[in-house]
């Protein structure tokens, strides 16, 4: 099955899906177990889960997200702050977009990295989140501002239509009549 690559679209939906899912992904998890690493197990989810989209968008291998992903999952365990590890998310989730699935030049790289992924920042921290409901709106707008990434590297990122053979002879045919 061919589907179509929308990425914006897709992002932002992500967005939604993930800020809705995460309050009973929160309150499963919490039973399981403390909130810390429930907080943090279920941004490494979402960040894996996006992940697997942006490898099948700038097609690349699934193979190669793997290290950042595994090396996150790991500070899951030994970073004790939620803050330190949203940082480090936040890192991981940059190498994997502007590193490996959509590889760009250093200084475009850093410069648009730095600006959203801070963005992202910015809009969850407006929130203040201090609950389950506030984590869930804060998650929905990192999302929407991530989506700007594909507005900035649109050509990398859309996939080109190809013009139909016919449709280009009867533009040229319709030139030629009008002029």
Known sequence: MKTAKRPIRNTIVFGFVFGLAFIPLNLLLCYITDGATAF????????SAYGFFLTRWGRTSLLSIFFPL???LIFVFIVN?????LLLALVI????????CFKQSLKKMLGAELLLSLGGAVMVAWFAPYSTFTWALGILMFFLVQSIYFVIFE?????????????EAMLRAEKIIIY
Do not use: C, H, M
């Open 155 to 167: 050509n990398n990122s859309e996939e080109q239509v190809a013009a139909d053979p016919f449709e």
């Open 81 to 85: 702050s939620n803050s330190a590890y």
């Open 70 to 72: 595994l090396l996150l």
């Open 93 to 100: 989730f940059s190498w994997i977009r502007s590193g490996v």
């Open 40 to 47: 943090k197990i279920i941004l490494w989810t979402y960040l």
